[in-house]
């Protein structure tokens, strides 16, 4: 796959099962085949496609100013979609300067730069909004390739929990990054 026949898009409800056979794709990966983990769920989880859905269809159709908006950018390779990243606002009014990323790209798809266009795409999207002031994200501290791409495009460091999660018997440090945009 390269940026000639790759392509970020933003996404809406045509593409939701696309997203989720994605999000599924890409769980399974995490913390397998020497990736580090990189999902708070567990090899156990069920993912809930249903919530997964629901989510997205409300929270697509919420104003920047509304608690709970979420907007995705898919990038669709030739038949399907093969990495995302998606902004979402918390659910208290008086936080709707700052929203969250989460960003994956699947693993035959990598070191190929779309997960720093992926970021690049929703950091210009969040520069265009005037409620906008930070993006805040969460990353495992062994994910280090992460960690790097999210300093590289002007993340800081700003708090790190030790043993936030466990994960299939793994202790997880995480590292709390901001950027103002
Ligand atoms: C993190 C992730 C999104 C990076 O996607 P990607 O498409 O491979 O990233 P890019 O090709 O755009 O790389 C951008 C930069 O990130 C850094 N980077 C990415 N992966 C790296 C790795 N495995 N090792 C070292 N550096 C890495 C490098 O600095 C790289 O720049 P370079 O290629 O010029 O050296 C991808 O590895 C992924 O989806 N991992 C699983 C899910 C995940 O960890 N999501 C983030 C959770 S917080």
């Not at 520069?127 to 495992?140: A, H, N, T």
């Amino acid at each position: 796959m390269t940026a000639a026949n790759a392509s970020i898009v933003a996404l809406g409800p045509a593409d939701l099962n696309s997203l989720i056979e994605h999000f599924i794709a890409s769980a399974a990966q995490s913390g397998r085949n020497g990736d580090p983990v990189n999902s708070p769920y567990g090899r156990d989880y069920v993912f809930e496609e249903e919530k997964a859905r629901e989510t997205r269809l409300s929270a697509w159709g919420k104003a920047t100013t509304e608690a709970g908006w979420r907007r995705s950018w898919g990038l669709r390779g030739a038949d399907r979609i093969i990495g995302h990243v998606e902004l979402h606002a918390g659910r208290l009014p008086t936080g709707l300067h700052r929203c969250t990323v989460g960003l994956a790209v699947e693993r035959d798809y990598r070191r190929e730069g779309f997960g720093r266009a992926l970021m690049q795409t929703c950091i210009d999207w969040a520069r265009e909004q005037p409620s906008i002031v930070w993006i805040d994200l969460g990353v495992f501290a062994n994910n280090s390739g992460a960690v790097r791409l999210y300093k590289s495009l002007g993340f800081s460091e700003v708090g790190t929990t030790q043993d936030r999660f466990r994960v299939d018997g793994q202790s997880i440090t995480d590292i709390s990054m901001t950027l103002r945009v």
